[in-house]
Each structure stands twice: as C-alpha cells, then as structure tokens.
C-alpha cells in the first residue's frame, strides 16, 4: 500500500522561508503528476503548485506570485516545496498530492504557521 508523508512545517515569521518535503513510499513517483494543496479551516483545499511527472512543467496558485518553487527527485521518490517571503496569509495545512490515472495518494498534511 502506497503512501506520501509530508515534512518541513512549523512556525515561521512573516517574510521568512519554509521547504515542505513530500515523500512517496510503495510505489514509484514517476508517471505521477504531483500537487501541493493547503487548506485553512472552514475552507476547501486550494491549489498552491503542480509538476509534471519529468519536472519539465509546472504551475502555481495565483497567490505565490513568485514567491514559491516547486520541485522534484524522482530518484528520491519526493517533491519539494520552498517557499520564501511567507505572509501571515499563507498559515494553513499543506498537503502533498500524487496522481496518476485513477490512482491518487494524498498525505496527511504538515502545518504551517506564519506568525509574528
């Protein structure tokens, strides 16, 4: 049974910098496209940044303007995520998405905390 654990979160102040780690276990990243999401309560999970399963494409969120990076090694089977000049907006859980087909894996989340 396949499985991605998130990693890197905590409590950081307001311009300061953060990478999240995705780790995949059980199975190869490869063909998978992967995703982060966050999500704030009361909200529903938003889309912060996607890669293409090469690493040759990827797309943010309208709201990192510039600010986050998203990136992989598939030889480590992991996704990564920096993410610099953190606003106090930016609090919420992030969660690491693997998709592939019909297959989907979804970690458990990490929290991040933007606080002065």
């Known amino acids: 049974q396949g499985e991605v654990v998130e990693s890197g979160g905590g409590l950081v102040q307001p311009g300061g910098s953060l990478r999240l780690s995705c780790i995949a276990s059980?199975?190869?990243?490869?063909?998978?496209?992967m995703h982060w999401y966050r999500q704030v309560p009361g909200k529903g999970r938003e889309l912060v940044a996607s890669?293409?399963?090469?690493?040759?494409?990827?797309n943010y969120g309208d709201f990192v303007k510039g600010r986050f990076v998203v990136s992989r090694d598939n030889d480590k089977n992991a996704m990564y995520l920096q993410m610099d000049s953190l606003k106090l907006e930016d609090t919420a859980v992030y969660y690491c998405k693997a998709a592939y087909g019909i297959n989907t894996y979804w970690g458990q989340g990490t929290q991040v905390t933007v606080s002065s």
């Open positions: 890669i293409s399963p090469a690493g040759n494409s990827v």
């Open positions: 059980g199975f190869s990243v490869e063909p998978y496209a």
